[in-house]
C-alpha cells in the first residue's frame, strides 16, 4: 500500500549552517541537536558492566523487579497511580516507540493522528509510516468525520519548553475517550521542570484515576545521559501494553540485559538526576541572561532542556545570524509552521562552551 512520502531528514539541512559555525576561531558551539554530554552516572556503568557476561536472549517485557522498579519511580517521582509492572514495557530508547506506535497500534488509511501545534518530527513521522493523515492539534476543527486513533501530548514539550496544566491535560485525556482515541503522553523531559511543575498523564489528577486509553512514554537520555544506551518504557493502559507486547515479541523489539540492568539502576537513584538538574539549570540561566541581551525574546521554555527564542525574522536567518558568531541552533520550522520565526536552543553543551556562547553573543 502506497503511504505519503516521508519528509527529508531536517538534520541534514543545517549542514552548511553547520560548517560555518565551525569555522569560528573559537570552534562551533553546537546548541542544536540537544544530546547529553556529561558522563553517564557511575552507577548506572557500573550495573551495564557487571551484566555484560549476557550468552541468552533477553526478553521483550523484561524481568518483572525491573518493572516494578519502574512502577515505583512513577509512584516516587511523579505521583503516578494504579500502575502494575504488567502495565510497563521497556522500549529501545522513545524515539523507536514514537514511530512504530501508530503501525502497531494497526492505524492506516483514513485514520487521524494528531501531534502537538510545535512538534517533535518523529511524531508525524509514525503517522506517515502508518498511512495515517497527521493534523496539528491548532487544526482540529478542520477533521470532519475521520477517526482520531491517537492524540500526542508532549510537556514540558519539544522544542517549546511549554509545560501543561493538569487542567489542559485532563481536559485533552477526557476528549480523546470520548473518541475511543489512545492519548500518549511524551514524558521524556518530566524531570525538568524549571517555571512550573509538569505533570503526569499518570497522575490522577488528569486522568481521574483510570488508566484506561492512556499512555506514557519515557526515556532515560536525558534524565540519566544514557543517549547511548536506548534505554526507555511506556506505561498506562494495561490492555494496549499487553496488546504491543504480543506485537513487540513477534517482532524481536527486546532491550539488551545489560541495559535493563542498568535502567534498573539508573531509576532507583535520584542523586544523579538532581545534580544533573543543577547543571542544566546553571547551564539555562547563562544562556537564557545571553540570548535576551542579545535582542531574543524567549517565548515558554518553562521546561524541558531548550530555550524557545526568536528575533521576530524569519527562523532561518536567526539561524545564519548565530551560525556567523559560531554558535549552531535549530531552525523552529523543523517543528512545523508555528515555528517560523523561532529557533531551538539546546542548553546541553559543556559549561566551557556554554560560556563561550555566551561571550560571543555580548
Request: aromatic fraction near 8%.
Amino acid at each position: 500500500m502506497a503511504r505519503e512520502p516521508l519528509p527529508d531528514f531536517p538534520w541534514d539541512r543545517l549542514i552548511p549552517d553547520k560548517e560555518r559555525a565551525a569555522a569560528h576561531p573559537g570552534g562551533i558551539v553546537d546548541l542544536s541537536v540537544g544530546t547529553p554530554i556529561d558522563p553517564t552516572p557511575r552507577v548506572v556503568q557500573e550495573a551495564l558492566a557487571k551484566a555484560a557476561d549476557s550468552p541468552g536472549y533477553p526478553t521483550v517485557w523484561g524481568p518483572t523487579d525491573l518493572r516494578q522498579v519502574v512502577v515505583d519511580y512513577l509512584a516516587r517521582r511523579f505521583g503516578a497511580q494504579g500502575l502494575t509492572p504488567e502495565a510497563i514495557l521497556p522500549t529501545i530508547g522513545a524515539k523507536e516507540f514514537v514511530a512504530w506506535l501508530p503501525t502497531q497500534l494497526g492505524v492506516g488509511k483514513g485514520d487521524v493522528v494528531v501531534i502537538p501545534e510545535a512538534a517533535y518530527p518523529t511524531y508525524a513521522v509514525g503517522g506517515l509510516i502508518a498511512g495515517a493523515t497527521v493534523v496539528p492539534s491548532d487544526a482540529l476543527t478542520a477533521l470532519g468525520p475521520a477517526p482520531v486513533k491517537v492524540v500526542w501530548l508532549n510537556s514540558p514539550g519539544n522544542p517549546t519548553g511549554r509545560i501543561l496544566p493538569a487542567d489542559h491535560l485532563a481536559k485533552v485525556v477526557a476528549w480523546g475517550r470520548e473518541r475511543g482515541a489512545l492519548v500518549v503522553s511524551d514524558e521524556c523531559y518530566l524531570e525538568f521542570g524549571w517555571d512550573a511543575e509538569p505533570v503526569s498523564i499518570l497522575h490522577p489528577d488528569v486522568n481521574g484515576g483510570s488508566l484506561d486509553g492512556i499512555l506514557a512514554v519515557h526515556s532515560l537520555s536525558k534524565r540519566s545521559n544514557l543517549a547511548g544506551y536506548r534505554a526507555g518504557f511506556v506505561a498506562g493502559d494495561l490492555s494496549v501494553v499487553k496488546s504491543l507486547l504480543e506485537l513487540r515479541r513477534h517482532a524481536g523489539m527486546m532491550v539488551g540485559r545489560p541495559v535493563q540492568e542498568a535502567m534498573r539502576a539508573a531509576l532507583s537513584d535520584d542523586h544523579h538526576v538532581d545534580e544533573q538538574r543543577e547543571r542544566y539549570a546553571r547551564r539555562r540561566a547563562t544562556l537564557r541572561q545571553a540570548f535576551e541581551a542579545a535582542g531574543f525574546a524567549i517565548d515558554h521554555s518553562e521546561g524541558s532542556l531548550y530555550l524557545w527564542a526568536t528575533r521576530g525574522e524569519p527562523c532561518w536567518e536567526t539561524v545564519r545570524w548565530c551560525s556567523e558568531r559560531g554558535i549552531l541552533v535549530t531552525p523552529g520550522d523543523f517543528y512545523g509552521t508555528a515555528g517560523i520565526q523561532h529557533v531551538r536552543v539546546a542548553f546541553t553543551a559543556t559549561d566551557e562552551r556554554v560560556s563561550a556562547a555566551a561571550e560571543r553573543l555580548k
